[in-house]
T-cell receptor, first 112, second 114 residues
């Protein structure tokens, strides 16, 4: 079956630190992979996506590479800001009705 | 931009009440989804719909039903609300076809059952 596992939080970093949030997946077929971000009191917003192996998704300084050999899609950012404090969700989409499978979310706290 | 609108941000209801949560999208999307979000559990799919009047159970459909009479509107119904249904509810929509289409989310409804 399909599932997503991401590192538990919270993750606490100082401003300008390097960020990695690990995400691994189990899937049948050829899923697409996504990162979503949720700011306090809001719904989920698409951050980036990758649709095939070795694709790199990027947005707002965040990057993630679709690694089929390690079934991973780790989120990285070179220098985090206080405004990046949020909950980050890794997800995969299967080919049936665009059904998504989400990880449990990782809360990021960035301190000034 | 896609707009997914949930009718209430906060809702307080009593045990045993019938509760309706409404969701409307403005992008003519075929697919619509209802999730609940609980701390430590991430998002869990309750029901989804891939066309008008069509519905499919998700992972946790017990205690819920849905209605999709028009393409743009997808309603979640709690037939007889219970305290364990206190949660954040998120609606999403997407266009059909290949798996690379993202889902677009509303801002959520925080429902409290007393």
């Amino acid at each position: 079956g399909n599932s997503v596992t991401q590192m538990e939080g919270p993750v606490t970093l100082s401003e300008e630190a390097f960020l990695t949030i690990n995400c691994t997946y189990t899937a049948t077929g050829y899923p697409s992979l996504f990162w979503y971000v949720q700011y306090p009191g809001e719904g989920l917003q698409l951050l980036l996506k990758a649709t095939k192996a070795d694709d790199k998704g990027s947005n707002k300084g965040f990057e993630a590479t679709y690694r089929k050999e390690t079934t991973s899609f780790h989120l990285e950012k070179g220098s985090v800001q206080v405004s990046d404090s949020a909950v980050y969700f890794c997800a995969l989409s299967d080919q049936n009705f665009n059904k998504f499978y989400f990880g449990s979310g990782t809360k990021l706290n960035v301190k000034p | 931009d896609v707009k997914v609108t949930q009718s209430s941000r906060y809702l307080v209801k009593r045990t045993g009440e019938k509760v309706f949560l409404e969701c409307v999208q403005d992008m003519d999307h075929e697919n619509m989804f209802w999730y609940r979000q609980d701390p430590g559990l991430g998002l869990r799919l309750i029901y989804f719909s891939y066309d008008v009047k069509m519905k499919e159970k998700g992972d946790i459909p017990e205690g819920y039903s849905v209605s999709r009479e028009k393409k743009e509107r997808f309603s979640l119904i709690l037939e007889s609300a219970s305290t364990n249904q206190t949660s954040m509810y998120l609606c999403a929509s997407s266009s059909p076809g290949r798996a690379n289409q993202p889902q677009h989310f509303g801002d959520g409804t925080r429902l409290s059952i007393l």
